[in-house]
């Protein structure tokens, strides 16, 4: 990993391809955004855009320190994040 991305302990991808656009990829990323930053955990945590990770029909979706989100609902992101960064301290 490049030495840029080792002070990150969480990494969350949120695909922002066609389809996940279409189902409100965008919220889904501000809601992450938001969440993050509730959690104070902007220097801990970084965020990436992905193409197409060919779960369209499952949109959105995201990765979240290695676990599969589909069909996220942007009002879900806090709770998702938070049981996410539970289960990895
Ligand atoms: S467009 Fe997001 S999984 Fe295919």
Not at 6 to 22: G, Q, W
Not at 30 to 57: D, M, P, W, Y
Not at 62 to 81: F, G
Request: proline share 2%.
């Amino acid at each position: 990993m490049s030495k840029k991305y080792e002070k990150y302990r969480h990494f969350i991808f949120v695909c922002k391809d066609k389809d996940c656009k279409k189902a409100g990829a965008r919220e889904v990323e501000r809601a992450f955004e938001k969440s993050i930053k509730k959690h104070q955990l902007g220097k801990s945590t970084k965020v990436f855009e992905c193409t197409c990770t060919n779960r369209c029909k499952e949109a959105p979706v995201a990765i979240v320190n290695n676990h599969w989100m589909v069909r996220i609902n942007p009002d879900h992101v806090d709770q998702l994040v938070q049981s996410c960064i539970d289960e990895s301290l």
